[in-house]
């Protein structure tokens, strides 16, 4: 049998028995792929980094399938934990909280606190109550890579180094989940992600802190990550000839992008993957509009031109 395979009762099944015991299951979410591990199991927590070539002290995101699955994972959860897990869950929001002893520090990044999200995808909820367990599960590409939003965008090394993947199609948000720490008062957005600050900022009836995090609190952020192999190049427009992303009609070499930030993210990882694929030197993406709404897709441009 293939190592790729498509949900059913039977991959379901054999996905929690295969997560129980250790192993590795690469996973869709609505966000990104991800690469699955019982978060309560250090040595199948340490493969995952293994597979990813991901430094030890960047903490994973823990994922459930249920809201009481939060009691076992955290010391404090407080009321606007609570009030944002309510509103955004299950969905691509990721709460940072204080962690309990039960969550293996590997998993952490040696950290006191934990970051845990409820997906919103069917087939990740189905594996995760498959396993019966929270899953630590980071994007499903090799550090600092684009994270993969189809099965065909998995690399080969992280292929060979997991032991299933279940194939849900195109992930439907493409970026990553928003991550958010609860614990600091002013709250900051550590990662703009799948939901944007005006809709936190709505739920929680005050504005968010517009300062960027110390890099203790937010050990991943990385100023270059989520990049082609190619060099990314922003630019004001795209010319003739040149290989990259457009907001006009396309010519060859080049892709047509929405102009709205929702279905902009949802395609840019697809799009940069094709375009990676014809290992161009370059890949030139025209800026997309400074609007807020654009924050997460501004954020890994940067990341990935850096
Ligand atoms: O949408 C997503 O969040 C995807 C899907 C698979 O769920 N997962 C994902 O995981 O993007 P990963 O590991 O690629 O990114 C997790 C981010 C990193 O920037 C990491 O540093 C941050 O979350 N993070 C995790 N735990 C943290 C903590 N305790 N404190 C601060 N940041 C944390
Ligand atoms: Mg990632």
Not at 30 to 42: F, P, S
Request: proline content about 9%; hydrophobic content about 45%.
């Amino acid at each position: 049998m293939s190592k790729i395979v498509q949900a059913s009762d039977a991959t379901l099944k054999l996905a929690g028995t295969i997560l129980r015991s250790g192993g590795l299951v690469v996973v869709p979410t609505e966000t990104v792929y991800g690469i699955a591990a019982n978060a309560l199991d250090a040595d199948a927590v340490a493969k995952i980094f293994a597979a990813k070539g991901r430094p030890a002290d960047n903490p994973l995101i823990v994922h459930i399938a249920a809201i009481d699955d939060v009691g076992p994972l955290t010391k404090h959860w407080n009321a606007t934990a609570a009030l944002l897990a309510d509103r955004f869950w299950p969905g691509p929001l990721t709460l940072v909280v204080d962690k309990s002893d039960a969550v293996p520090s590997v998993v952490s990044g040696g950290l006191e606190t934990v970051a845990i999200r409820m997906p919103e995808h069917p087939i990740a909820l189905e594996v995760i109550k498959s396993a019966g367990v929270p899953l630590a599960m980071p994007s499903a590409n090799r550090f600092m890579e684009l994270s993969p939003t189809r099965v065909e965008h998995l690399d080969a090394e992280v292929l060979e180094k997991v032991d299933l993947v279940i194939d849900g199609g195109p992930c439907r948000v493409g970026v990553e989940s928003t991550v958010i720490d609860v614990v600091d008062d002013p709250l900051r957005i550590l990662r703009p992600g799948g939901v944007t600050r005006a809709e936190i900022e709505a739920a929680l009836k005050r504005p968010l802190s517009s300062t960027p995090p110390n890099a203790r609190r937010s050990p991943g952020m990385y100023a270059r990550h989520y990049a082609p192999r190619a060099k990314l190049v922003l630019v004001d427009l795209l010319e003739p000839g040149m290989p990259g992303l457009t907001f006009d009609e396309a010519g060859p070499g080049q892709i047509r992008m929405p102009l709205e930030p929702r279905a902009y993210a949802a395609s840019l990882y697809h799009a940069l993957h094709q375009l990676d694929r014809e290992n161009p030197e370059v890949i030139f993406v025209e800026i997309p509009p400074m609007d807020a709404d654009w924050e997460a897709v501004h954020d890994r441009l940067r990341k990935a031109s850096a």
